[in-house]
C-alpha cells in the first residue's frame, strides 16, 4: 500500500472521527425511540426488564384565586393605606398609593400596589405605613421595615423575605385583588386553612 501523506492522513482521520460521532448519536436517538411516551394524565406506566422502574410525580396543588374587589380608585390615597383581608379571612393585606409608578403598580399612575401585612419573620401584623418612605414598618414584634417601592423587598429588621404582594386589576372606578405572588406567614397553601373571604 502506498504510504499516506501527513494531510492524507488527518483528512482520513477526520472522515472516521465524523463515522464515529455518528454511531454514538444513532444508538441514543434509538434509545430514545425505544422509551414509553408518556400521556399526560395517565396513571400506567411500562417498564422493560432493562427500565429501571418509575416514579410518578407527585400531584400539583392547584387552586384559583378569588377575585374580590377592596376599594374604589377615589379611596386610594397616599397617607391612609386600605387594610382587607383576602384570599381567606385572618390573611390581612394593605392597599396603598405610593405616589411613584412601581412595577407591578395599577391604576392610572401605575402606583397603586397591595401587600400582605403579616410580618414574613414571625407573622405579627405590621399596620404602621410611612408614605414618605413607602414603607410598611416598623413591625411591632421585631422591627423589620418592607419597601413597598421594591416588590415589599425587607429593608430593615430580621425579616429575611419580601412581603407576598397581592395582584391587582383595574375595572371602571374599582380596584380588584385576583391574586396573591409568594406564600402568606403561616400558610401552607395561602388558598387554605381558614375561610374565604366573600366575593364581591
Ligand atoms: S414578626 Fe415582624 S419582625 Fe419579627
Do not use: W
Not at 425511540?33 to 395517565?42: F, I, T
Request: hydrophobic share 40%.
Amino acid at each position: 500500500m502506498a504510504e499516506l501523506t501527513r494531510r492524507e492522513f488527518l483528512l482520513i482521520g477526520t472522515a472516521g472521527g465524523a463515522v464515529v460521532a455518528v454511531g454514538v448519536i444513532l444508538p441514543l436517538s434509538q434509545l430514545a425511540k425505544d422509551q414509553p411516551e408518556a400521556v399526560a394524565g395517565s396513571t400506567t406506566t411500562t417498564t422493560t426488564a432493562t427500565s429501571p422502574p418509575t416514579t410518578a410525580a407527585p400531584a400539583a396543588v392547584v387552586g384559583v384565586f378569588p377575585r374580590v374587589r377592596v376599594a374604589s380608585l377615589g379611596e386610594v390615597n397616599a397617607t391612609d393605606p386600605i387594610t382587607f383581608d383576602y384570599p381567606l379571612q385572618g390573611q390581612r393585606n394593605v392597599l396603598v398609593k405610593l405616589g411613584v409608578p412601581a412595577s407591578a403598580g395599577v391604576g392610572p399612575d401605575q402606583d397603586i400596589v397591595a401587600y400582605s401585612s403579616l410580618c414574613t419573620h414571625m407573622g405579627c401584623v405590621v399596620e404602621e405605613y410611612r408614605p414618605e418612605h413607602r414603607a410598611l414598618g416598623p413591625c411591632p414584634c421585631h422591627f423589620s421595615t418592607f419597601d413597598l417601592a421594591n416588590d415589599g423587598m425587607v429593608s430593615l429588621g430580621q425579616a429575611t423575605q419580601n412581603l407576598p404582594r397581592v395582584l391587582l386589576e383595574i375595572e371602571a372606578d374599582d380596584v380588584y385583588a385576583t391574586g396573591v405572588v409568594r406564600l402568606v406567614y403561616g400558610f401552607a397553601n395561602t388558598l387554605q386553612g381558614a375561610d374565604s373571604v366573600e366575593v364581591s
